[in-house]
């Protein structure tokens, strides 16, 4: 079964800490995205990577292809980052780019 | 850009009655969009791919008949949720996928409260 696994599965943590989120999936893929869903449902995307690491702002995201892990960080964190951050895959060698879901992490900052 | 709008943005309905969720990409084309849906306290999952000019694909497990989905133009998919019943109660949202010569990106909507009586 291709799965998505994420931990934590909540944090919180204090005002300004450094926050790293993991992720890791089964098989093989052809992009992974991290997504923040805050409380009202909406979703935004925040990275969509094959390789390497990308940046913005105080937001960093890595995926290692060999080990099928990507971990998503942040930076000097405040409470405006409260929200689920979502690992989600499409798989490659499939013919639909449909995307699949872990459960999330469901962040906590604090004044 | 790259904006995805949904409506309604909430709907309460009786059970029994269908129920039309709209998806648009406001500023690009869209070829394939995506719906989704998710429970309470779980993770989203993919219901079916809607391709403009042809059939949707669903996922296993997802009732054709039951959730029709229409891709008619490239701006537009349509999600309708025929004879509603309290267990699909859900959030449903869509994305949209922006691809041409060296990206290819979702972009999503803001969900769909459903709420059925």
């Known amino acids: ?111 | 850009g790259a904006v995805v709008s949904q409506h309604p943005s909430w709907v309460i309905c009786k059970s029994g009655t269908s129920v039309k969720i709209e998806c648009r990409s406001l500023d690009f084309q869209a070829t394939t969009m995506f719906w989704y849906r998710q429970f309470p306290k779980q993770s989203l999952m993919l219901m079916a791919t809607s391709n403009e000019g042809s059939k949707a694909t669903y996922e296993q497990g997802v009732e054709k008949d039951k959730f029709l989905i229409n891709h008619a133009s490239l701006t537009l998919s349509t999600l309708t949720v025929t004879s509603a019943h309290p267990e699909d109660s859900s959030f449903y949202i869509c994305s949209a996928r922006l691809a041409g010569l060296g990206y290819n990106e979702q972009f999503f909507g803001p969900g769909t409260r459903l709420t059925v009586l």
């Open chain 1, 1 to 111: 079964k291709n799965e998505v696994e994420q931990s934590p599965q909540n944090l919180t943590a204090q005002e300004g800490e450094f926050i790293t989120i993991n992720c890791s999936y089964s098989v093989g893929i052809s992009a992974l995205h991290w997504l923040q869903q805050h409380p009202g449902g909406g979703i935004v995307s925040l990275f969509m990577l094959s390789s390497g690491k990308k940046k913005h702002g105080r937001l960093i995201a890595t995926i290692n292809i060999q080990e099928k892990h990507s971990s998503l960080h942040i930076t000097a964190s405040h409470p405006r980052d409260s929200a689920v951050y979502i690992c989600a895959v499409t798989y490659s060698g499939g013919g639909a780019d449909g995307l699949t879901f872990g459960k999330g992490t469901h962040l906590i900052i604090q004044p």
